[in-house]
């Protein structure tokens, strides 16, 4: 299974950008997915999750309202489109695939839950 992550760049602060993660090798449908970020000399965080089963999302506390985490089976495909960027959401941007079909927020934010990632999409944000 591999995950390749797109979209990232550069944006302004309040700009928007959509992130696309395509799996090839397997498949997306029934697992959940996670979108998580690190900033230079910070830990992986978690910033979104949407489940396989119901479909139910969750978020980070920083990102939400701002950010929409989506899923296409038919394409493969986990989208995390950002709205309202700001400075402190410049990170490397990685998609993962967890084994688990649902949970609730403790499940899906954990990283150690997630089997497989991808390498990585750069999102620099400017003043």
């Known amino acids: 299974v591999q995950l390749q992550a797109s979209g990232g760049g550069l944006v302004q602060a309040g700009g928007s950008l959509r992130l696309s993660c395509t799996v090839s090798?397997?498949?997306?449908?029934?697992?959940?997915m996670g979108w998580f970020r690190q900033a230079p000399g910070k830990r992986r965080e978690f910033v979104a999750a949407?489940?396989?089963?119901?479909?139910?999302?969750y978020y980070t506390d920083v990102v939400k309202g701002r950010f929409t985490i989506s899923r296409d089976n038919a394409k493969n495909t986990v989208y995390l489109q950002m709205s309202s960027l700001k400075i402190d959401d410049m990170a490397v941007y990685y998609c993962?695939?967890?084994?688990?079909?649902?949970?609730?927020?403790?499940?899906?934010?954990?990283?150690?839950?997630?089997?497989?990632w991808g390498q990585g999409t750069l999102v620099t944000v400017s003043s």
């Open positions: 993962a695939r967890s084994s688990y079909s649902s949970g609730g927020l403790s499940t899906t934010s954990s990283d150690y839950r997630y089997d497989y």
């Open positions: 949407i489940t396989g089963r119901e479909r139910s999302s």
């Open positions: 090798g397997g498949t997306i449908s029934g697992y959940t």
